[in-house]
């Protein structure tokens, strides 16, 4: 933060300063007003958040309540069985726990932070210098972003195949690395940087590479934070699909998955409240990074040209 503050301030020494702050407009709405727009985002917001609600008040279900019809949100008898077994058949399933947890963690945490330094150093230049084909480029990112991720499903598997990474995490992580989700929401944070500070430090002496370190990185924070709660969310609850095979590989996501479905204890329906808790574990995580991080993703979504 020092480095910042001191190219910036020879930034201000070299140039007049100007104030990039957006003229805030008071806002007209009466009283009334106010409470009404106030009471419709909070119905909107408990309609979102309702499945989620559900989803928990289940889990806490007893086996007799979870096929009552018609279902009620409360529970009459909470109980935490449907947790205890959960832990119960995880500790005994063929694959160690740990080991699936130490899969999971391993792809979120190189996937993670090698997509984030990845897509800094492509969204660098593409903000912040022309050269022939980067308009291409730029529009080449947004169409990107129009496709779902099942229409490269065959063309990531032959390429992961000739790579020979199938059956490995690096199946899952590599295909990652090529997300452009958080290229974009760099790049139009990074464009939003005035080029006379970069210009100051390169007048003090500061080479591209740290000028974008220390700089850049540290200005379009909000940015970096929201793509690495996307590409968290994204490689946590990544079950591996087509790309692995032997179960020692496999992550935590799949085991969830197979015990959800049935599988790993093959009783079916009698396990449905293991299943309700089963998915509020795989939600909390995303869900406890989220809220630690939201006010960067607000500020990146403002700013961003994106709607959340």
Not at 147 to 165: D, E, P, Q, R, Y
Not at 255 to 284: D, P, R, W
Request: proline letters at 5%.
């Amino acid at each position: 933060m020092e480095t910042i503050k001191r190219y910036y301030h020879n930034y201000l020494k070299r140039k007049k300063a100007k104030d990039f702050t957006p003229n805030v407009k008071k806002s007209r709405r009466s009283f009334w007003g106010n409470v009404i727009l106030g009471l419709f985002l909070l119905a909107m917001g408990f309609t979102f958040f309702f499945p989620v609600i559900y989803m928990v008040s289940n889990s806490f279900k007893p086996m007799n309540e979870l096929f009552r019809f018609p279902p009620k949100l409360i529970v009459n008898k909470p109980t935490t069985n449907n947790y205890q077994d959960f832990v119960n058949i995880l500790a005994n399933t063929v694959v160690p726990v740990t080991r699936s947890l130490f899969n999971s963690l391993f792809v979120v945490v190189i996937g993670s932070v090698g997509h984030i330094v990845l897509a800094s150093l492509c969204a660098y230049p593409l903000a912040k210098y022309k050269f022939p084909g980067s308009a291409f480029l730029n529009q080449l990112i947004v169409y990107s972003l129009m496709f779902n991720a099942s229409v490269t499903a065959i063309h990531n598997f032959l390429t992961i195949s000739k790579l020979g990474m199938l059956d490995t995490q690096w199946s899952i992580i590599i295909p990652g690395f090529a997300s452009t989700l958080g290229l974009y929401l760099m790049k139009n944070f990074m464009e939003q940087i005035p080029d006379s500070l970069m210009e100051a430090a390169q007048i003090d002496g500061a080479g591209y590479v740290r000028i974008h370190f220390t700089i850049v990185m540290p200005v379009v924070k909000p940015a970096l934070v929201t793509a690495f709660i996307m590409v968290f969310q994204a490689f946590w609850t990544n079950t591996g699909g087509s790309f692995i095979y032997t179960e020692a590989q496999k992550g935590f996501a799949y085991v969830v998955s197979q015990l959800a479905a049935g599988k790993v204890t093959g009783v079916g329906a009698s396990y449905a409240g293991i299943s309700s808790a089963s998915s509020v574990v795989m939600f909390a995580v995303p869900l406890v990074v989220f809220l630690i991080m939201q006010n960067n993703v607000v500020s990146t979504m403002a700013t961003s040209g994106m709607k959340e």
